[in-house]
Every structure is written in structure tokens, then in C-alpha cells.
């Protein structure tokens, strides 16, 4: 199994002055981590932290990607764009996008092939409501959610990251337990070995919620690959203890 991966998607959130403040923390308490570890600001932002991030362990990733190629999408950024700038990781499907920005399964996988045709590594997000989990759907939606990126023409499932992210643990505070979150993980992992012999190559991020406090238990799980981590991404002191618990 490769090495665990933490990912900080900051959302809309942020200014130049901020970043700026946030990733010195970061980089002053990071040392040698022992997971590989991602930063995703707003988009307009890649700049500033291209050149922030400039030799240092933490890579950088955005939270969206076009799944067009260029040419006539008025505000859209295509992945050989963000591929300009040092991009590694693309996040693509998040539910924030799926809920307000229509994004459906369709959408997903062309913009997951459009990042890997630029050379990033997409990070897929699956992750059922909790009207879907109390009406004892959330295996049939992940699976669901994952077919669609599972067989990318001309790309192996074994190229992307995913990340289950309950939709009802996101940004609430109410994170799924160890147990919840790896039985989810699991069908996953099970659904990517049917479809390649790299499927321990595939890291499965959980994001919901982790925080400084849950990091160690969550990622102690056997299919627990790392961490999606949205509001304790934006505090230094909480990223980076989340960083030291993924070993
Ligand atoms: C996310 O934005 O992907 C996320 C998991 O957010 P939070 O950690 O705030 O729940």
C-alpha cells in the first residue's frame, strides 16, 4: 500500500493574505510528513500557492476541473491549464458541486479523464445523503457513484483517488465512526478489485468532518487511505495534527 494522503480542500474560503499566513504555518510545523499531503485553494489562487509551495512537501490541488478541452466554456479552467501551474490533484464530484452546480455522474467521469489526460490525478468524491442512508441506499448510491469513473477509457481506476464523503458529515461536525466509514470502504476497495489487480494501489480517502481529534482512529482503519479535510484544513495547528496521526 502506498503512503496515506491528506488533501485540504479550503473551499470558497481565503485572501492573498491569509494563504499566505496559513501556508507559513504550515510549512514552519510540517518537517519530513510521513503521508504525501495536498493543499486545494480556490482556483485563483493556484498561483499564489505554486510559488508558496515552491520545494517544499506539500503538493498542490484544486477543487474543480473542466471537462471540456478549451475553446468557448466562458469561465471554465481546463486541466491543461491548471497543469501550467503545478497542479497534481484535481478534486472532481465533490457533493457541494453535485448539489449546486448539477454535476451528475456523467460530468464526473469526463472531467476525471480530462485531468488524467493532463497528467493529475483526480480525486473522485462519492458519498450518500442521509435520507439515502436511512433508507438503507448508501451501497447501491457509492457503487453507483464509483462505476462511473471505474472503467475511463484508456486509464486504470488504479490512476485516480477516492474519496467517500458521507454527504451528511460534511461541514456538520458529525463525522461517521470508524466502523460506518470503513464498512463503506471496504464495499469500495471490493468493487475496485473486481475491476483491476491494482487495487491496493487505489487510496480511499474519507472526508466528513475529520478533524485533529477523530484523525487517529479514522485513519487507523485498514481501508482508510487518508483524509478529504475541509474546515480543519483552514487552522494550521489542526491540519498538521491530522498530517502526523496519517502514518
Ligand atoms: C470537504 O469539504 O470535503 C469536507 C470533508 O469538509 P469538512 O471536513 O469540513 O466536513
Not at 43 to 48: H, K, L, S, T
Request: contains cysteine.
Amino acid at each position: 500500500m502506498s503512503r496515506k494522503l491528506i488533501v485540504g480542500n479550503w473551499k470558497m474560503n481565503g485572501s492573498l493574505a491569509s494563504n499566505d499566513a496559513l501556508v507559513r504555518e504550515l510549512l514552519e510545523g510540517i518537517g519530513q510528513p510521513a503521508c504525501d499531503v495536498a493543499l486545494c485553494p480556490p482556483g485563483i489562487y493556484v498561483a499564489q500557492l505554486q510559488n508558496l509551495l515552491a520545494g517544499s512537501p506539500i503538493e498542490l490541488g484544486v477543487q474543480n476541473v473542466s471537462m471540456n478541452e478549451n475553446g468557448a466554456y466562458t469561465g471554465d479552467v481546463s486541466a491543461e491549464m491548471l497543469k501550467d501551474y503545478g497542479v497534481r490533484y484535481a478534486i472532481v464530484g465533490h457533493s457541494e458541486r453535485r448539489q449546486h452546480q448539477a454535476e451528475n455522474d456523467v460530468h464526473v467521469a469526463l472531467k476525471a479523464k480530462r485531468a488524467l489526460a493532463a497528467g493529475i490525478t483526480p480525486i473522485v468524491c462519492v458519498g450518500e445523503t442521509l435520507r439515502e442512508r436511512e433508507s438503507g441506499m448508501t451501497e447501491f448510491i457509492v457503487k453507483r457513484q464509483l462505476s462511473a469513473v471505474i472503467h475511463l477509457n484508456g486509464h486504470c481506476i488504479s490512476e485516480i483517488v477516492v474519496a467517500y464523503e458521507p454527504v451528511w458529515a460534511i461541514g456538520t461536525g458529525q463525522t461517521a465512526t470508524p466502523l460506518q466509514a470503513q464498512n463503506v470502504h471496504a464495499v469500495l476497495r471490493a468493487q475496485i478489485k473486481a475491476a483491476t489487480e491494482h487495487a491496493d494501489r487505489v487510496r480511499i480517502l474519507y472526508g466528513g468532518s475529520m478533524n485533529a481529534a477523530n484523525a487517529g482512529e479514522l485513519l487507523s482503519q485498514p481501508d482508510i487511505d487518508g483524509g478529504l479535510i475541509g474546515g480543519a484544513s483552514l487552522k494550521s495547528a489542526d491540519f498538521l495534527k491530522i498530517i502526523a496521526a496519517a502514518r
